[in-house]
């Protein structure tokens, strides 16, 4: 923590790069649990619960989707939904007339073009109905293990923060970030920086005052730096080290266990 402003004005690519993988290190070592936070067994769980995600928590996506891969537990049986019964299982996850209507244009596209499966390229999943980039690199990151840049709220905020890009084109966003990084880090990246803008750097008033990046970033004071007032603008209970939390999931407690006691693995 350090309580004054990095200056990166006239920083050059390579002090840059070296900046931004500081700052990944960092946030590495901060949330070493980092993970996508939407429960899902396979591709099309994901698909689904990262269509169901706009405009709400994954917290909320969560307590939905259970319910919802009961029912309809694959493409085929999704595309066969009723729409009415639909919207009422996906209702709390809000705009649900929409994501109902996208759902099911999604699975049947999935059933008739894809023999019900979701595919593992970037083109293709950009064609199905209600997926852009952002969703189609969640899937390909965590369920495919093909490295991919997130791009959402957050992490088109921080990256504007550090300085990594001055785009808020999310596409932009994504190539500017990409360059400092190795490929193979991008989806851990995208972990860790939306798990920052989750807790500390908010978007309304980030804590700087308690920030582990603050002697790296060029925003700091942007937000409150008195580390006690900072402190109370925390969004989770400090998360237990790494062998605690490795302790806790080595005795069998679910990731959604964990999240419900406080540990940092909340929306
Ligand atoms: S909380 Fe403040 S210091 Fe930390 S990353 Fe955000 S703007 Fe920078």
Not at 8 to 35: D, M
């Amino acid at each position: 923590m350090a309580g004054r402003k990095a200056k990166v004005e006239e920083e050059a690519p390579l002090a840059l790069k070296r900046r931004a993988r500081k700052i990944n290190r960092i946030l590495s070592e901060t949330y070493p649990y980092a993970v996508a936070e939407l429960d899902f067994k396979n591709a099309f769980e994901l698909l689904v619960a990262t269509v169901l995600s706009a405009q709400t928590t994954d917290v909320r996506v969560n307590l939905t989707t259970p319910t919802l891969f009961e029912r309809y537990p694959d493409a085929q049986a999704l595309s066969e939904a009723d729409e009415t019964d639909l919207q009422e299982i996906i209702r709390p996850t809000g705009f649900y007339r929409a994501k109902a209507n996208s759902l099911l244009s999604l699975s049947r596209r999935l059933v008739d073009e894809f023999d019900g499966e979701v595919p593992a390229r970037l083109e293709d999943l950009v064609t199905l109905p209600g997926v852009g980039r952002k969703t189609a690199n969640v899937v390909l990151g965590n369920a495919f293990g093909v490295p991919g840049i997130t791009v959402d709220t957050h992490f088109g905020r921080l990256s504007r923060r550090f300085r990594w890009t001055t785009s808020e084109d999310p596409v932009k966003v994504e190539m500017d970030v990409a360059v400092l990084f190795e490929r193979r880090d991008w989806t851990m990246l995208s972990h860790r920086v939306i798990f920052h803008g989750r807790r500390i750097c908010h978007a309304k008033k980030p804590a700087c005052g308690v920030c582990p990046i603050a002697a790296l970033c060029p925003s700091y004071g942007d937000g409150e730096t008195d580390p006690m007032k900072a402190a109370k603008l925390l969004k989770y209970e400090l998360a237990p080290g790494r062998e605690e939390l490795l302790e806790l999931m080595r005795g069998g407690r679910t990731r959604a266990e964990l999240r419900e006691a406080g540990h940092g693995l909340g929306a």
